[in-house]
């Protein structure tokens, strides 16, 4: 592996149903990160994990959680799938050092819930 | 409110210049974001400004007004491969990236 796999690369799920999204990076970067892109949006804050351990609220948190058990791997949770969760999902990471932290992307899990 | 502004969408000619825009309103300021994403993929890092300026990067240039809250991202000598979506973001107080929504770059032949 090299860099960020996300798995799966599409999902189509019924509405209740519960879906983990899975995220792994190789780089030993302390952060990673949630986002959903959707048409005319910008990328937005799901969830973030600034370390092993610790997980933090962005800006659409409602209807997902996450874990952080180890460094390499940081699920997203669906615990019931509603139809406006239907959107592309990327996870990043980054060393986590602030200032010029750049975030490197997975290839993104297309969720459509019906 | 935290806002990030660019256009929507440009047309441009392979070989010509073009310069996309962004103005930022963010709690605290901890620099400034340009990605690329092509259709389908995900955003791959082009750039990263914190002070006033132009940073030139081969054919892409990525320039900085704090004061203005403002950025833009030039590319020259435009290529077919550069039909993308241009995504602007800034970095919080809490370094956290607040993201516009991406300007689709169309170029013609």
């Known amino acids: 592996i090299a860099g960020i796999t996300q798995a799966p690369t599409s999902q189509i799920l019924a509405a209740g149903r519960r879906m983990t999204l899975r995220c792994t990076q190789d780089?030993?970067?302390?952060?990673m990160y949630w986002y959903r892109q959707d048409l005319g949006l910008g990328l937005r804050l799901i969830h973030y994990s600034n370390t092993a351990g610790t997980t933090g609220k962005g800006e659409v948190p409602d209807g997902y959680s996450v874990s952080r058990a180890n460094t390499d791997d940081f699920p997203l949770t669906l615990a019931s799938a509603v139809p406006s969760q239907t959107s592309v999902y990327f996870c990043a990471s980054s060393t986590g050092t602030g200032g010029t932290d750049t975030q490197y992307f997975g290839p993104g899990t297309r969720l459509t819930v019906l | 409110g935290q806002n990030i502004d660019q256009p929507t969408e440009m047309t441009a000619t392979e070989g010509a210049i073009v310069q996309i825009n962004c103005t930022y309103q963010t709690s605290g300021f901890n620099g400034l974001f340009w990605y690329q994403q092509h259709a389908g993929e995900a955003p791959t890092f082009l750039s990263y400004n914190v002070l006033d300026g132009l940073e030139e990067k081969g054919r892409f240039s990525s320039f900085l007004s704090r004061s203005k809250g403002y950025s833009y991202l030039l590319l020259k000598e435009l290529q077919m491969k550069d039909s993308a979506s241009y995504l602007c973001a800034a970095m919080d107080s809490n370094y956290q990236l607040i993201w516009g929504a991406g300007t689709k770059l169309i170029i013609k032949p």
């Open positions: 780089m030993r970067h302390n952060a």
